[in-house]
T-cell receptor, first 115, second 115 residues
């Protein structure tokens, strides 16, 4: 079975500081990994995804993530936090089942930005 | 048009009521999903439709009945719900059911309260 673990249910950083959200995965097959963001009272929006091409993946809003097989990690970073980055972030792994895609989400990390 | 539209945004129902949640997309996507999200938790997959056929049912109680009338519409019929079914119900779609690297496009959700 495939799963992801997000370390830290809540991360708080100052505006302009580095954002680091941690995600580790478990998978018996090469994983497809995603980061989604959820703003309050909204649906989820894809930030970026790893699909076995480049290990450093760039996404929207200045976010990027690096796939490290040796560490089974897919941490999300942003060099300089902005107030608008405050949201819930979910790491997810894609699992194939009966010809359909199943996304398995981590528990989420709430990012708070301090002025 | 990259939107998934869900109606209603809010629904309050009694345990004996019958109601339906509706989801619509016009992106030509052939996979559609229902997720359930409790407060401060990640989304949990309920159902997946691939090419208008039910391909995944995550052992969801029969009081939830999905329906996919055509490739653009997805309904979730609700009957005899329990208070613990109160949650945000998210609809999503993706282009190709067999593409496990595909992005899921989420609606903003229907917030259900069962009294």
């Amino acid at each position: 079975a495939q799963s992801v673990t997000q370390l830290g249910s809540h991360v708080s950083v100052s505006e302009g500081a580095l954002v680091l959200l941690r995600c580790n995965y478990s998978s018996s097959v090469p994983p497809y990994l995603f980061w989604y963001v959820q703003y309050p009272n909204k649906g989820l929006q894809l930030l970026l995804k790893y699909t076995s091409a480049a290990t450093l993946v760039k996404g929207i809003n200045g976010f990027e993530a690096e796939f490290k097989k040796s560490e089974t990690s897919f941490h999300l970073t942003k060099p300089s936090a902005h107030m608008s980055d405050a949201a819930e972030y979910f790491c997810a792994v894609s699992a194939a089942r009966r010809g359909a895609q199943k996304l398995v989400f981590g528990q989420g990390t709430r990012l708070t930005i301090n002025p | 048009d990259t939107e998934v539209t869900q109606t209603p945004k809010h629904l309050v129902m009694g345990m004996t009521n019958k109601k339906s949640l509706k989801c619509e997309q016009h992106m030509g996507h052939r996979a559609m999903y229902w997720y359930k999200q409790k407060a401060k938790k990640p989304p949990e997959l309920m159902f997946v439709y691939s090419y208008e056929k039910l391909s995944i049912n995550e052992s969801v109680p029969s009081r939830f009945s999905p329906e996919c009338p055509n490739s653009s519409l997805l309904n979730l019929h609700l009957h005899a719900l329990q208070p613990e079914d109160s949650a945000l119900y998210l609809c999503a779609s993706s282009q190709d059911p067999g593409a496990y690297t595909g992005e899921l496009f989420f609606g903003e959700g229907s917030r259900l309260t069962v009294l």
